[in-house]
C-alpha cells in the first residue's frame, strides 16, 4: 500500500514538472525579442538618418527599416540584422556629427546588450520541450509499472476473502480501485487506500 501511495505520488511530481516545463522560458524569450527589436529600431533609424545627411545611400539602404519590417522578423534572421545594424554603427559613431544624429555610445551599448540577451534565450522553449517531451515518457512508463503494481494488488487483495473482515477489506479495495476523473489536473490528493485486516484468511 505504501509503496502505491508512494509510486503515484512521484507520478504526480513528475508530471507537474511536464506541465511547468514550457512555462517562463517563453516569457523570457518573448521579452529579449522586444528588447531587441527596440534597440535595433532606435539605432537603425538613427543611421539612417546619419547616412541620409552624409549621402551615404548604399548604408541607408541597410538601415532605412520600419518598426513593422522589425518585428516581422525571427529568431536568428532578426539577431543578423541586429548584427548589421550594431556593426554599421560601431563604425558609424567615430563620425564627430553621428552622435547629434543619435548614433551614440551609448544606444551601441543598449543593442550590444539586446543582442546578448536574445542570443542566450533565443532557443529555450526548443530545449524546455525537449525536456517536456522527456518528464511525459517518464511518466507514461512510471504510470504502467503502477497500474501493474495495482493489478498485483488485486491478486494480493482476493487473498482476504476467508473471513468477513476480509470480504469487507476486499469490498473497500475495489472502491479505491476506482479512478473518478474529476478533471483537477494532477493536483489532486491521491485516495487512501483501505486498510486490510490483520491476518489473512485461509
Given amino acids: 500500500m ?9 507520478i504526480t511530481v513528475l508530471a507537474a514538472q511536464a506541465d511547468a516545463a514550457t512555462d517562463g522560458g517563453g516569457d523570457a524569450s518573448s521579452a529579449a525579442e522586444t528588447a531587441l527589436e527596440n534597440a535595433a529600431l532606435i539605432l537603425a533609424r538613427a543611421l539612417a538618418n546619419h547616412f541620409k545627411k552624409n549621402g551615404d545611400l548604399d548604408n541607408l539602404g541597410k538601415v532605412d527599416v520600419t518598426k513593422t519590417d522589425i518585428v516581422r522578423l525571427r529568431k536568428q534572421v532578426l539577431l543578423d540584422k541586429a548584427t548589421a545594424i550594431l556593426n554599421l554603427a560601431s563604425t558609424a559613431v567615430s563620425d564627430p556629427a553621428a552622435a547629434g544624429r543619435g548614433v551614440t555610445a551609448a544606444r551601441i551599448a543598449t543593442l550590444t546588450a539586446a543582442i546578448a ?7 529555450t522553449p526548443r530545449g524546455q520541450i525537449v525536456n517536456k517531451s522527456a518528464l511525459l515518457r517518464e511518466v507514461e512508463t512510471d504510470t504502467a509499472a503502477l497500474v501493474q503494481l495495482a493489478t498485483n494488488m488485486d491478486d494480493l487483495a482476493l487473498q482476504f476473502d476467508g473471513t468477513d473482515a476480509g470480504k469487507r477489506f476486499i469490498e473497500a479495495w475495489k472502491r479505491a480501485r476506482i479512478i473518478v476523473d474529476t478533471g483537477g489536473g494532477h493536483s489532486g490528493t491521491p485516495p487512501t487506500p483501505p486498510t486490510p485486516p490483520t491476518t489473512p484468511g485461509k
Fill in 2 to 10: 505504501a509503496q502505491l501511495q508512494t509510486n503515484y505520488g512521484s
Fill in 117 to 123: 540577451a536574445f542570443g542566450k534565450v533565443m532557443n
